[in-house]
């Protein structure tokens, strides 16, 4: 059965105003996206196909499900045909910023710290890279992030993945573990780790900007630094529908799953 990612006539039951207050977003659309060679030798992934409509629409109409209508896109790769299209289709009908990166690529924690001063008066936000597909309930997502006090709240899911958040019985985020190598970077320790593989999908609240980092950076950096003396806490949505859509034949896949 496909799922409708469109904000109209979703097959999803969210309820689109039952978030708290209005909301502001970013999405990530600055990398390079190798693993879709040779589509991204002449595109960015954000302009990836799905039945017709690109990553960047899907993620935009996605999070228009649950009333968030203020978007920043980071740009590099690319960077002028994603501010074509933004132009030509009006941002989707959301309200879309271009924090660009044409002089250079900052990776995720990067990005956001260049972004940074669209969410500094906000109570909290929400960060997803533009290539994950899913229909993880953001609005269940905000309200446990809110009620739990935490800096930052990470969707993640039990699924294979070559690295992993480590988290504790309460779902706190204690290190992360890359599967292949066997490294480990604890930042704090836990009677027994939990691994979770990341969705690329967090509800932030604007005191993790003040991350002391420069230039060019990876956001679990920031996440790994902060959760030794924060909470940083870990929303399992494992059962959702969820495509990393990084390689040609997760494409086909989500031509499947997605419309």
């Not at 969210?14 to 991204?40: D, V, W």
């Not at 959301?94 to 660009?100: L, T």
């Not at 446990?144 to 070559?162: D, F, P, Q, Y």
Request: charged share 20%.
């Amino acid at each position: 059965m496909k799922l409708n990612m469109g904000h109209e006539e979703s097959n999803i039951q969210h309820q689109e105003s039952s978030i708290l207050y209005p909301m502001k977003s970013m999405i990530f659309a600055a990398g390079l996206g190798t693993r879709l060679k040779p589509f991204t030798d002449k595109h960015p992934k954000a302009l990836a196909d799905v039945n017709g409509k690109t990553l960047l629409e899907l993620n935009i109409k996605y999070l228009q499900q649950f009333g968030i209508y203020d978007v920043v896109v980071n740009v590099h790769h690319f960077a002028d045909q994603i501010e074509e299209l933004i132009f030509n289709k009006q941002g989707f009908g959301s309200h879309v910023i271009i924090s660009d990166e044409r002089n250079e690529v900052l990776e995720t924690g990067g990005g956001l710290k260049k972004a940074a001063s669209h969410f500094t008066d906000e109570e909290a936000f929400v960060v997803m890279n533009v290539d994950v597909l899913t229909n993880l309930d953001l609005n269940k997502m905000i309200e446990e992030h809110i009620a739990s006090g935490a800096m930052a709240t990470l969707a993640v899911m039990k699924r294979n993945s070559s690295r992993q958040f480590l988290f504790d019985e309460h779902m706190q985020l204690c290190g992360w573990t890359n599967n292949q190598t066997n490294a480990q970077r604890i930042s704090r320790e836990a009677v027994e780790f939990f691994p979770f593989a990341f969705s690329g999908i967090q509800v932030l609240s604007p005191t993790i900007l003040d991350m002391p980092f420069e230039g060019k950076f990876s956001i679990v950096d920031v996440y790994l630094h902060f959760a030794k003396k924060h909470i940083i806490k870990g929303f399992d949505h494992s059962g959702d529908v969820f495509i990393d859509v990084g390689k040609p034949e997760s494409l086909e896949q989500a031509s499947w799953l997605f419309e």
